[in-house]
Each structure stands twice: as structure tokens, then as C-alpha cells.
């Protein structure tokens, strides 16, 4: 590479930034971008804790009287889902035109305005349109943390990163949980305990809302957008907050990989450069999202179908979902020191394992143990991935790209949540666990084959 495409003024804020140490200062913004992922997070999740109060209800059945049945509790997860298609693949471009930071704090305002209405909402209809509407907001805050996130950590810690964003956001995974337990079954000030799970939720989201305006922009998406001043600032900061907090001088700064002064767009995914790239993800995603969601979604309404009362699978699927936000963070000891794709690859065959076995379980102490299991795999998959898809993307389209190949995981559930209710009709839990494994290998096969490394690469290395 020659000196004149490695000596650019946007390549060495990408080189400043890519050799900080992680100092408490690049933690601290971690940990607001995980703070604000919590309640996407509790969205996502509340479907599965929420589902029996909404069968006691009759505003929803456990399965479909038709496939697309709208009636279900497929049609609640797929509105949701097609909500998050449309946030992802319509309006994901936006993060990487107007920025990061400030599509971030939009996309959570928007969600609490849409979530706040559906709780009070008592029609199939009604709750699935504002499902719809808060799943778009979901989907563009989901695809921005990842491109926010991976621009913002240096590449020997984007892992531990991510593994980090996922614990601490996964926290929203046992709360509601929790919540639901205590409160699905009552009814607190005339209201349904459904409801309040959907409220504390959404208003929790705007505490958090304050917490993000102290996130600077990303100075990589600056710098790529020409706005040089503006990210030399913003790196200057950054700076001055981890030498001080490091002791000593910075480490040197290493060799700059430039990217292209240019503006992205959705054609470029798919010139010939990342065709191969765009195609894998897209098919990854669509089958990796089935062992995600096919269990996490699912788990209280498969217990149920097993024969277990309402109050002991919220109680089961409480202590289950314990290891969300715990297995992220045990696993950022090894993130960074095995590569990313042989992750994915290990998690899917433990998620098609563990599944099988689970489907094999009565006893109340095998199911939490297997559910634990299983959620660990399911968390592997989940902070391998997110942090892959955004590795693989110049900046000037990372967040388009990513909303586009990420969007086939959110399609995948609409479809896949009707196929899950299905197998569950007409073959029990062994039928849906049996399809979860196929998914899997499917996902193994596409990422084992034809997924690039990664891991502690820069991001601009990556991209080429």
C-alpha cells in the first residue's frame, strides 16, 4: 500500500483510534450503548413471558387456526418481526447519512411513543399493528449499535466489546422475566400484569434517553464523511480522557489502512467486492435467527405444551433466562483470542445439540439445566454475530449493508414463527427442536465455508 493512500488525514483517525488501550473511559461508552440496548432487548424478549397472560386473555391462542392466522401468537412475534424487516432493510440507510449518534437516541424515542400505546391496546389487531410500528424503531437502533459499536472500540477489543454490550443489554432478559412472574398473574391498580411488563418497559427507555446525549459522534463515520474538524475533535477527546486515565503516552500509532473518500450506497453491497459477502450473510441470517428466536421466544409456550403448569413456567423460564446476561460477559475472556466464524460455528452445533436434548426433558431440574445450556449457546451466537456482520463493511455503507443482510434474520421470524407454531401442532416439541437443528447446520455449512476471518483485524483491513 502506497504512502499516499496511508498517510490521509480520515486515515489517521482510524489509526489513533484503532491503538488505545481499553482504558475506564472506552468502557463508560460501552456501557451507555449497552444501557440503551437494554430495552430493545426487553422489547424483543417480552413476547415469550407475556404470551400465557395473553392466552388467559383470549386476545391470543397458543396456535393458529390457519398458517398465517392472525389470532396467534405467531402473528404477535411476526408483527414484531416485520416491524424490525422494514426498520432494518427501509431505514437503516439513515444511520449511515445523518450518523450514528443521532439515529441512536431517535430510533429509542420512537419505540417508547409506539410500545407505551400498544400496552394499552386490547385487540389482536390493535396490539399487532403497534408492534409493527415499535419493531421499526427496534430494527434501525439494533442495526446502528452494531455500526456505532464497531467503529467506536479499537480492533483488539471489538470483540470483548460486544460481548460486554451483550451482557449488560441481556440484563433486560431475566428483569422481564422476573417481572413477568411477579406481575402477569395479578392485576395492580385494575390493570393486567401483561400490561405493566409492556409499560416499564417504555419508560424505562426514556431515562436512558439522557444517558445517551453524552455519546460523542463516531469519529470514523466523521472522518469518512469529510467532517475532519469535527472528528479530530472528537478524537482529541477521546484521547486526552485515556491518556489520562493510562499513565503513560499513548502506544504509537500503527500503519493506517485508508477507506475510499466516498459515499456508500445499497448497490455497492452488491458489486463484486461483497457480493460473496452480502449472499453468505443474508443466508446465514435468515436460518441463524431460527435456533435464536425458535428457543428464546418459544421456551414458556414449549413447556406448557409439555405439560407444565403456567406458574412453574414462569418460574423455570425465570431462572433459564438468568444465563442471558451472564454467559456474554464470561465469554469475553476468550472474544478477541478465537476467531469469530469458528464461534458462530460452535455455538450453532452446541444451540442443535443442547435443543435436542432439551426437547427430551421432564423433570423440572433437566429443564433448567438444558435451558440454561441452551441459552449460553444462544448468547455465543448472538455477540459473535452481531460483532461479524459489522466487521465485514466499509463505514460508508456499514450500517445499510448490515440492515440489509440483518434484515433476512427479521423476514426469517415472521415466516419461521408461523413454521414453529406448526411443528409444534403437528409434531410436538420434538418437532420443533428437530427443525431448530436443521437450521443450524444449514448455518455452520454457509459461515464454516465461505466466512472471511476477522478477529483483531482493522476494520479498514477487513473491508478491503
Do not use: D, N
Given at each position: 500500500?502506497?504512502?499516499?493512500?496511508?498517510?490521509t488525514p480520515a486515515a489517521m483517525i482510524t489509526a489513533r483510534l484503532d491503538r488505545l488501550p481499553a482504558t475506564r473511559h472506552m468502557w463508560v461508552?460501552?456501557?451507555?450503548?449497552?444501557?440503551?440496548?437494554?430495552?430493545?432487548i426487553y422489547d424483543l424478549f417480552f413476547t415469550a413471558y407475556v404470551a400465557p397472560a395473553l392466552?388467559?386473555?383470549?386476545?391470543?391462542?397458543a396456535t393458529t387456526v390457519s398458517f398465517f392466522g392472525m389470532t396467534g401468537l405467531a402473528s404477535f412475534i411476526a408483527a414484531l418481526f416485520l416491524g424490525l424487516f422494514v426498520g432494518t432493510i427501509v431505514f437503516s440507510y439513515v444511520a449511515d447519512r445523518y450518523g450514528r449518534r443521532r439515529?441512536?437516541?431517535f430510533s429509542l424515542l420512537w419505540y417508547s411513543a409506539a410500545t407505551a400505546i400498544l400496552a394499552f391496546q386490547s385487540t389482536a389487531n390493535a396490539i399487532n399493528f403497534w408492534r409493527f410500528i415499535g419493531g421499526i424503531g427496534i430494527g434501525v437502533e439494533l442495526v446502528t449499535i452494531d455500526a456505532y459499536l464497531s467503529e467506536l472500540m479499537p480492533r483488539t477489543i471489538r470483540g470483548k466489546a460486544f460481548a460486554f454490550q451483550q451482557g449488560i443489554g441481556q440484563i433486560a432478559v431475566p428483569l422481564v422475566a422476573f417481572l413477568a412472574w411477579i406481575l402477569v398473574p395479578i392485576a395492580p391498580l385494575g390493570l393486567d400484569g401483561w400490561r405493566w411488563v409492556v409499560l416499564i418497559g417504555s419508560v424505562g427507555a426514556v431515562f436512558v434517553w439522557f444517558?445517551?446525549?453524552?455519546?460523542?459522534?463516531?469519529?470514523?463515520?466523521?472522518?469518512?464523511?469529510?467532517?475532519l474538524d469535527e472528528a479530530e475533535a472528537v478524537m482529541a477527546v477521546i484521547e486526552a480522557k485515556v491518556a489520562a486515565e493510562y499513565g503513560q503516552p499513548l502506544p504509537p500509532i500503527g500503519a493506517p489502512e485508508m477507506e475510499l473518500p466516498?459515499?456508500?450506497?445499497?448497490?455497492?453491497?452488491?458489486s463484486?467486492?461483497?457480493?460473496?459477502?452480502?449472499?453468505?450473510?443474508?443466508?446465514?441470517?435468515?436460518?441463524?435467527?431460527?435456533?435464536f428466536y425458535g428457543f428464546a421466544n418459544w421456551v414458556p409456550t414449549l413447556l406448557i405444551a409439555k405439560g407444565i403448569h403456567v406458574t412453574q413456567t414462569l418460574e423455570y423460564t425465570f431462572i433459564i433466562a438468568l444465563a442471558f446476561p451472564i454467559w456474554p460477559l464470561v465469554s469475553m475472556l476468550y472474544a478477541d483470542k478465537m476467531e469469530r466464524k469458528w464461534q458462530i460455528c460452535a455455538s450453532a452445533l452446541c444451540i442443535a445439540v443442547f435443543g435436542m436434548i432439551f426437547a427430551a426433558q421432564t423433570s423440572g431440574g433437566a429443564i433448567i439445566v438444558i435451558g440454561l445450556l441452551q441459552t449460553m449457546s444462544i448468547m455465543w451466537l448472538s455477540f459473535s454475530l452481531h460483532t461479524y456482520q459489522a466487521e465485514l463493511y466499509p463505514t460508508r455503507m456499514r450500517a445499510r449493508a448490515v440492515g440489509f443482510t440483518y434484515s433476512f434474520s427479521r423476514i426469517?421470524?415472521?415466516?419461521?414463527?408461523?413454521?414453529v407454531a406448526a411443528m409444534l401442532k403437528n409434531f410436538g416439541v420434538n418437532g420443533v427442536f428437530v427443525f431448530i437443528a436443521l437450521a443450524m447446520a444449514i448455518v455452520i455449512g454457509v459461515i464454516g465455508s465461505f466466512g472471511p476471518r476477522t478477529t483483531r483485524l482493522a476494520l479498514e483491513q477487513i473491508s478491503h
Open positions: 500500500m502506497s504512502t499516499s493512500r496511508t498517510t461508552l460501552v456501557l451507555l450503548l449497552s444501557l440503551g440496548s437494554c430495552f430493545e392466552f388467559k386473555a383470549h386476545i391470543f391462542t439515529i441512536f437516541i444517558l445517551r446525549l453524552g455519546l460523542p459522534e463516531s469519529p470514523r463515520w466523521l472522518a469518512q464523511q469529510g467532517r466516498r459515499a456508500g450506497s445499497y448497490l455497492e453491497i452488491f463484486p467486492e461483497y457480493r460473496k459477502r452480502t449472499i453468505m450473510l443474508s443466508v446465514f441470517q435468515f436460518f441463524q435467527t431460527i435456533g426469517s421470524v415472521v415466516f419461521t414463527s408461523y413454521m
